[in-house]
């Protein structure tokens, strides 16, 4: 069993920036993928980034690229999303996600079906 903890949520101003971290822990940590995902009240949850553990390629979604800085640091089995010029349309929990597999194309490293661990998710709010 493979736990993901998040943190590093808060209430910004716009422009402001923000760093969330994600903590892999459990038995055996598998994933060979990891990304970021948000939902917004009343909204489905939409991909943000993922990054592939042991390769490091990144993929973004368009609303964020530019913007939005996804890592990984292999040693303490814990990824990030460094977010910049955040906007109040950013304002979402945010939840963190292990794949079994390392992604070839964006179109499947944001497909919540790519992902078979979750974490609970941290509260991300930018005020105007």
């Known amino acids: 069993q493979v736990q993901l903890v998040e943190s590093g949520g808060g209430l910004v101003q716009a422009g402001g920036s923000l760093r969330l971290s994600c903590a892999a822990s459990g038995r055996t940590f598998s994933s060979h993928a990891m990304g970021w995902f948000r939902q917004a009240p009343g909204k489905e949850r939409e991909f943000v980034a993922a990054?592939?553990?042991?390769?490091?390629?990144?993929y973004y979604a368009d609303s964020v690229k530019g913007r939005f800085t996804i890592s990984r640091d292999i040693a303490k089995n814990t990824m990030y999303l460094q977010m910049a010029i955040l906007k109040p349309e950013d304002t979402a929990v945010y939840y963190c996600?292990?794949?079994?597999?390392?992604?070839?194309?964006?179109?499947?490293?944001?497909?919540?079906?790519?992902?078979?661990?979750w974490g609970q998710g941290t509260q991300v709010t930018v005020s105007s």
């Open positions: 990054i592939n553990w042991s390769g490091g390629g990144t």
């Open positions: 996600a292990g794949g079994p597999n390392p992604f070839w194309a964006l179109r499947t490293a944001a497909r919540t079906t790519a992902y078979n661990y």
